[in-house]
């Protein structure tokens, strides 16, 4: 198993929160030669696309054999997982641990707002990579959503709403769905300020009233 | 294309709201052969459930060929959609047309209110046809949920509540969900009565600081 195959159904694994927690520790030579994978991958679908991505193409870009991508990532799935994985680290980092309003340091309810415009905005820059992985059914258990739900029903806890966090944590989440953005943006035509505007809206309305 | 079939992506035309308005007027015997293949799917579906529902046993069931079968249906997933869209109208019917809190005559919000608890329990009735039929990326795009869009966001017009009508009926009606209520169910083993608490809350506070 791979570090970007996501837990299965119903597991009960900790939240694989950044920076890697419970990760295997891959030795440093292994390590590296994953980094300049997903770099090679990361290049090939900035230029041709996430769909047009190929395990043969990642392989021959980084001057490896085909069997060594495949021991690395499985199949060409699990190569998108692992690239968007990538990704989503970086968005992870500017949440839990950059500046604020969107890191720490302000109060939980600016942070819950600056939350989904900022996810709204990676997932646009990265939508064909998200859209190419898109995990169906699984969408629920990849870590992704559970760390994005995981941090929102802690700002909703931290706030003082008295809701059930969990719960309300995927209605929030769920607004910022990548099959729904790109629905909304791309098949019905709304401004990404509108998608903002909504986001700031429901999320005002929710813990307008909290019991502090 | 049968009435069952969903828009295509970012299709304009306008919603198939009960009773059917704009689907092409079947010839009544062809209504009554379409009745009785899908009494036969359904009574299949619910002995050896939707997961194993073929366009042959359905056939077999109606005594007709599997060319009939398939000329009204398409493929499985158009039998599938055509099934849940017969349980599917049972339930608009409800909403829209049946008694109070639910149907017309009460409250708005009492209305948004009855509305996510009557929706779970019955996907909860018809889950595996739900999910057999998991219409994956077509999900917002599928009439059913289109429905349920559209109804929401005229309680919210009706309430008075000063929000983005059409883009809060995403958010509330993405919480019903089938694959997610199905998740939070079966996988996470919350009880329906969480999911039922969980949307009137939701619906509470949004609806809470409406300007009427």
Redesign the interface.
């Known amino acids: 198993m791979t570090d970007a195959t996501p837990p299965a159904?119903?597991s009960r694994t900790p939240l694989p929160l950044v920076p890697g927690e419970g990760e295997p520790r891959l030795r440093a030579d292994a390590a590296r030669n994953r980094a300049r994978l997903l770099e090679a991958a990361a290049r090939l679908a900035a230029e041709h696309g996430a769909a047009n991505l190929t395990m043969d193409a990642v392989a021959a870009a980084a001057s490896v054999g085909k069997g060594t991508v495949s021991r690395r990532f499985g199949d060409r799935t699990g190569l998108l997982l692992a690239l968007l994985d990538h990704h989503e680290r970086r968005l992870q980092e500017a949440f839990l641990a950059g500046p604020p309003p969107l890191g720490p340091g302000a109060d939980p309810v600016q942070r819950l707002l600056a939350f989904g415009p900022a996810v709204v905005r990676h997932e646009r820059a990265h939508l064909d990579m998200y859209l190419a992985a898109?995990p169906?059914?699984r969408?629920?258990?990849v870590p992704a959503n559970q760390v994005r739900r995981t941090h929102v029903a802690v700002l909703l806890r931290q706030a003082g709403v008295g809701?059930?966090a969990e719960?309300?944590a995927?209605?929030l989440v769920?607004?910022l769905?990548t099959?729904?953005v790109d629905?909304?943006l791309?098949?019905?035509g709304?401004p990404p300020e509108?998608?903002d505007?909504?986001w700031r809206?429901?999320v005002t309305?929710?813990v307008?009233?909290r019991r502090t």
Chains 1, 2 share one sequence.
Do not use: N, S
Request: no cysteine.
């Open positions: 159904a119903g898109e169906g059914r969408r629920f258990t809701v059930d719960l309300t995927y209605a769920g607004t769905d099959a729904l629905h909304l791309t098949e019905r709304f509108r998608l505007a909504g809206d429901l309305r929710v307008g009233t």
